[in-house]
């Protein structure tokens, strides 16, 4: 049985350790994970091919407005507007309905894929953003990875840069900008272990503090 009540969203630099962490978390409140479980979970819902949300998953989109999207979210699937919207806008509201829908059943872990935004007027949602030093994640990465530290890099410079263009251009947030989020922490200087012990730690009191609110 869950010791939480919470819905936690995990946003992430590449090689910050985002993963592991979520699923530490996970383990330790006993709740559902969701990463790439929520690609699965959208396209079997929106009966989209699923290679489809891999290929688009957390990638930049095509210029398009942003109003737009989201007045079509609005009037959901059925609406004439979805049948001639781009394939990245119906994957990114299939998503969208996805992580509401399993935020729904329960307490769970959600990590990227702009969860917290999706989930941003619930009150029993904490967010975090994990970030870490660049060189030491390149470290990390090469090691994990087996590639040299310039591969690595390229990886990580891509990687960030890919996941912020999406973040921001469907949040109209900044991806990583502290105010967008409940926690931010470096777990270079945490450390893995440490630092999922101090989101449980912040969880418990977001948790603690939910009847004043």
Same mark, same amino acid.
């Not at 630099?13 to 962490?21: D, F, K, L, T, V």
């Not at 470096?186 to 999922?196: A, E, L, M, R």
């Given at each position: 049985?869950?010791?939480?009540?919470?819905?936690?969203?995990?946003?992430?630099?590449?090689?910050?350790?985002?993963?592991?962490?979520?699923? @530490?978390?996970?383990?330790?409140?006993?709740?559902?994970?969701?990463?790439?479980?929520?690609?699965?979970?959208?396209?079997?819902?929106?009966?989209?091919?699923?290679? !489809?949300?891999?290929? /688009? $998953?957390?990638?930049?989109?095509?210029?398009? !407005?942003?109003?737009?999207?989201?007045?079509?979210?609005?009037?959901?699937?059925?609406?004439?507007?979805?049948?001639?919207?781009?394939?990245? /806008?119906?994957?990114?509201?299939?998503?969208? $309905?996805?992580?509401?829908? !399993?935020?729904?059943?329960?307490?769970?872990?959600?990590?990227?894929?702009?969860?917290?935004?999706? !989930?941003?007027?619930?009150? $029993?949602?904490?967010?975090?953003?994990?970030?870490? $030093?660049?060189?030491?994640?390149?470290?990390?990465?090469?090691?994990?990875?087996?590639?040299?530290?310039? @591969?690595?890099?390229?990886?990580?410079?891509?990687?960030?840069?890919?996941?912020?263009?999406?973040?921001?251009?469907?949040?109209?947030?900044?991806?990583?900008?502290?105010?967008?989020?409940?926690?931010?922490?470096?777990?270079?200087?945490?450390?893995?272990?440490?630092?999922?012990?101090?989101?449980? @730690?912040?969880?418990?009191?977001?948790?603690?503090?939910?009847?004043?609110?």
């Amino acid at each position: 049985m869950s010791n939480t009540s919470s819905i936690i969203t995990i946003g992430r630099e590449y090689g910050s350790g985002g993963r592991q962490i979520g699923k @530490e978390i996970a383990n330790y409140f006993g709740i559902k994970y969701y990463d790439k479980e929520l690609l699965e979970h959208a396209a079997n819902d929106s009966g989209i091919c699923k290679e !489809l949300f891999e290929h /688009h $998953d957390e990638k930049p989109t095509n210029s398009f !407005l942003y109003s737009l999207v989201m007045d079509t979210y609005s009037f959901g699937y059925s609406s004439a507007g979805f049948s001639d919207m781009p394939m990245n /806008h119906k994957i990114f509201l299939a998503q969208f $309905d996805a992580i509401k829908k !399993l935020a729904g059943e329960g307490p769970c872990v959600m990590v990227g894929r702009c969860a917290d935004y999706a !989930l941003a007027d619930w009150k $029993d949602c904490f967010s975090v953003f994990v970030h870490a $030093d660049f060189d030491w994640r390149i470290n990390r990465i090469a090691a994990k990875y087996n590639k040299s530290p310039k @591969e690595a890099r390229d990886i990580i410079t891509k990687t960030d840069k890919s996941r912020a263009s999406y973040y921001n251009y469907y949040t109209n947030k900044k991806w990583g900008s502290a105010k967008s989020y409940n926690l931010c922490i470096d777990s270079s200087k945490y450390g893995i272990d440490n630092t999922v012990k101090a989101i449980i @730690e912040s969880i418990k009191i977001f948790d603690s503090t939910k009847v004043s609110r």
